[in-house]
């Protein structure tokens, strides 16, 4: 269905995978794993004919389904259920049916009008016709998108409920006559648990090709059974041709191999070097104790180089500016997005120090929330009033905080430059991009580039640059994996801030540890209680 021929990938001079030759076919369903910058979303965009290789070419033979990770752009007045619809080409002809029913139900003995309604019934019939459309339906129910919400123009929608449609479109043209390869990056972000658990099932099901990047161990364990490794020690894909538990055995014995090796190349350095050491002084073995050197210095820089990839972001947020009591309130806040309303009537207040988890179904109006916040949007009624001191830091899901068009470095200055940081030059930004896995010349790599992790890296090391007291943090954990997130749940624990958080992650919550909770679209404000963990997937 896909086949890649000395498939080359390179992020600026950074060598990400070598030419090799890979293989997607009917009944695949691969998983594509690997640390976050390792290439896996850089390898899906060119499988998927978003971006060209650095070399080689692709051979594709079936219809591709593709899923970023970050919603795409497009015309966002058109309908949700449109776009869904769209994948089959139904979306135009139910809108032509609609429009010729109108127009006879004014002119019922127009003949003209007559034929062009059967011709387009007949199109309609070919194409699965009703039913095609209640399957649509179906999918985006199952998705967590009702028909209050389909029936909205994308413009109204969240990042979360854009992805969300585009997956069921993707899933939906994947239910026609022609099998399809899916090319799904984190298709989790933005569920919840039921539609993870559907989503699980429909993938198993999936006769045509998939390859799936995922942190989501529970859907990889029912889902793959290939793995595909992308190895950054070494700019190559090792290939298990197993299921995912089979996989992380031969991982596990792998990694002790690994550790059994860099251990001994660590015995032959001290060894060398010492023996060096020893002959030097004598001139007759000089030239013996300069090779001994050499080979010295080059074990000594493949294991530099396996260091540096094993490297994690060590993320601690800097001590909080001083502030009043109360540094964040709000007050009667609402918002509407044309007719629809998302909440109304929300109060709330912020102490110092406070840990707060908001909570709401999908589209209740989580994220929204977090924007009136941070004064990126306004509300239709109340106001946002800061209190002394305030300091905000906001981290948002779909990135925007960061300048694609701009490079790392220069998306680090924007930030420092806007809570006042004049004195964080150059030399100190790279220092904290450094703890962030950013260094040498990856700091002139525009955003845009970047993979889904690596921007949630970048986002989270823009906050570090102001001395923020409120952090409002949307689903900061999505995109990382297991070690990053670690370090991210750290690093919320040890704040001594205030901050407010939306997640689907358990993890991130008892991190937390919060004392309130905000009850979407309510308003509810409440004390936390360990009943309502339940509720954090489900929300």
């Given at each position: 269905m896909i086949t890649a021929h000395d498939l080359e990938l390179r992020a600026g001079a950074r060598i990400l995978l070598e030419p090799t030759t890979l293989r997607v076919q009917a009944g695949d369903r691969i998983g594509l794993v690997g640390r976050n910058g390792a290439g896996k979303t850089t390898s899906l965009r060119v499988l998927a004919g978003e971006t060209l290789p650095h070399g080689g070419r692709l051979e594709v033979t079936s219809p591709v389904g593709y899923l970023p990770q970050d919603p795409r752009d497009g015309d966002l007045a058109v309908l949700a259920r449109d776009r869904v619809l769209s994948a089959r080409g139904l979306d135009t002809l139910v809108t032509d049916i609609a429009k010729a029913q109108v127009a006879l139900a004014e002119r019922p003995d127009d003949d003209a009008l007559l034929r062009?309604?059967?011709s387009l019934e007949e199109r309609f019939t070919a194409l699965g016709g009703y039913a095609a459309e209640s399957e649509a339906a179906r999918i985006c129910a199952n998705l967590g998108l009702p028909d209050r919400v389909l029936a909205q123009p994308l413009s109204t929608l969240s990042g979360g409920q854009r992805r969300r449609v585009e997956l069921a479109r993707i899933l939906f043209a994947d239910s026609g006559a022609e099998p399809t390869t899916l090319l799904l990056d984190e298709p989790t972000n933005h569920l919840d648990a039921d539609s993870i658990t559907w989503l699980r099932d429909f993938l198993k099901q999936h006769t045509g090709g998939l390859i799936l990047i995922s942190h989501d161990v529970e859907l990889l364990d029912a889902v793959v059974n290939k793995v595909w490794y992308l190895d950054a020690n070494r700019s190559a894909v090792d290939a298990y041709n197993v299921d995912w538990k089979t996989y992380l055995k031969q991982r596990e014995a792998d990694e002790k191999r690994r550790v059994r090796e860099r251990a001994n190349a660590e015995r032959k350095i001290e060894t060398l070097t010492r023996q060096a050491d020893k002959m030097r002084a004598k001139a007759t073995k000089a030239r013996a104790a300069h090779q001994m050197d050499r080979r010295a210095a080059a074990l000594s820089a493949g294991l530099a180089e396996v260091r540096q990839h094993d490297k994690v972001a060590r993320l601690r947020f800097p001590a909080p500016a001083a502030c009043g009591k109360t540094p964040l309130t709000a007050e009667g806040l609402s918002?509407?997005?044309?007719?629809?309303?998302?909440?109304?009537?929300?109060?709330?207040?912020?102490?110092?120090?406070?840990r707060v988890v908001v909570l709401g179904l999908n589209g209740a109006g989580k994220t929204t929330l977090l924007r009136l916040l941070s004064g990126l949007e306004p509300p239709d009624t109340g106001a946002v009033v800061p209190g002394h001191g305030l300091r905000l830091g906001y981290y948002a899901q779909e990135h925007e905080t960061l300048d694609h068009d701009r490079t790392i470095l220069e998306n680090m200055r924007t930030s420092a430059s806007s809570v006042g940081r004049a004195d964080l030059n150059d030399t100190e930004l790279r220092k904290i991009l450094g703890a962030f896995l950013f260094s040498g010349d990856d700091v002139d790599k525009p955003a845009g580039v970047l993979s889904g992790g690596e921007k949630t890296r970048l986002a989270l090391a823009m906050l570090v640059t102001g001395a923020a007291n409120v952090l409002l943090l949307d689903e900061p954990t999505n995109n990382l994996d297991p070690v990053s997130r670690e370090q991210v749940l750290d690093a919320l624990h040890t704040f001594a801030g205030a901050i407010?958080?939306?997640?689907?992650?358990?993890?991130?919550?008892?991190?937390?540890?919060?004392?309130?909770?905000?009850?979407?679209?309510?308003?509810?404000?409440?004390?936390?209680?360990?009943?309502?963990?339940?509720?954090i997937t489900l929300a």
């Amino acid at each position: 269905m896909i086949t890649a021929h000395d498939l080359e990938l390179r992020a600026g001079a950074r060598i990400l995978l070598e030419p090799t030759t890979l293989r997607v076919q009917a009944g695949d369903r691969i998983g594509l794993v690997g640390r976050n910058g390792a290439g896996k979303t850089t390898s899906l965009r060119v499988l998927a004919g978003e971006t060209l290789p650095h070399g080689g070419r692709l051979e594709v033979t079936s219809p591709v389904g593709y899923l970023p990770q970050d919603p795409r752009d497009g015309d966002l007045a058109v309908l949700a259920r449109d776009r869904v619809l769209s994948a089959r080409g139904l979306d135009t002809l139910v809108t032509d049916i609609a429009k010729a029913q109108v127009a006879l139900a004014e002119r019922p003995d127009d003949d003209a009008l007559l034929r062009r309604y059967g011709s387009l019934e007949e199109r309609f019939t070919a194409l699965g016709g009703y039913a095609a459309e209640s399957e649509a339906a179906r999918i985006c129910a199952n998705l967590g998108l009702p028909d209050r919400v389909l029936a909205q123009p994308l413009s109204t929608l969240s990042g979360g409920q854009r992805r969300r449609v585009e997956l069921a479109r993707i899933l939906f043209a994947d239910s026609g006559a022609e099998p399809t390869t899916l090319l799904l990056d984190e298709p989790t972000n933005h569920l919840d648990a039921d539609s993870i658990t559907w989503l699980r099932d429909f993938l198993k099901q999936h006769t045509g090709g998939l390859i799936l990047i995922s942190h989501d161990v529970e859907l990889l364990d029912a889902v793959v059974n290939k793995v595909w490794y992308l190895d950054a020690n070494r700019s190559a894909v090792d290939a298990y041709n197993v299921d995912w538990k089979t996989y992380l055995k031969q991982r596990e014995a792998d990694e002790k191999r690994r550790v059994r090796e860099r251990a001994n190349a660590e015995r032959k350095i001290e060894t060398l070097t010492r023996q060096a050491d020893k002959m030097r002084a004598k001139a007759t073995k000089a030239r013996a104790a300069h090779q001994m050197d050499r080979r010295a210095a080059a074990l000594s820089a493949g294991l530099a180089e396996v260091r540096q990839h094993d490297k994690v972001a060590r993320l601690r947020f800097p001590a909080p500016a001083a502030c009043g009591k109360t540094p964040l309130t709000a007050e009667g806040l609402s918002k509407s997005y044309g007719s629809l309303e998302v909440f109304a009537g929300v109060d709330l207040a912020i102490d110092r120090g406070a840990r707060v988890v908001v909570l709401g179904l999908n589209g209740a109006g989580k994220t929204t929330l977090l924007r009136l916040l941070s004064g990126l949007e306004p509300p239709d009624t109340g106001a946002v009033v800061p209190g002394h001191g305030l300091r905000l830091g906001y981290y948002a899901q779909e990135h925007e905080t960061l300048d694609h068009d701009r490079t790392i470095l220069e998306n680090m200055r924007t930030s420092a430059s806007s809570v006042g940081r004049a004195d964080l030059n150059d030399t100190e930004l790279r220092k904290i991009l450094g703890a962030f896995l950013f260094s040498g010349d990856d700091v002139d790599k525009p955003a845009g580039v970047l993979s889904g992790g690596e921007k949630t890296r970048l986002a989270l090391a823009m906050l570090v640059t102001g001395a923020a007291n409120v952090l409002l943090l949307d689903e900061p954990t999505n995109n990382l994996d297991p070690v990053s997130r670690e370090q991210v749940l750290d690093a919320l624990h040890t704040f001594a801030g205030a901050i407010v958080l939306v997640t689907h992650d358990e993890g991130a919550v008892e991190a937390l540890a919060p004392e309130k909770v905000i009850m979407l679209p309510d308003g509810v404000e409440d004390q936390w209680s360990a009943e309502l963990t339940d509720l954090i997937t489900l929300a």
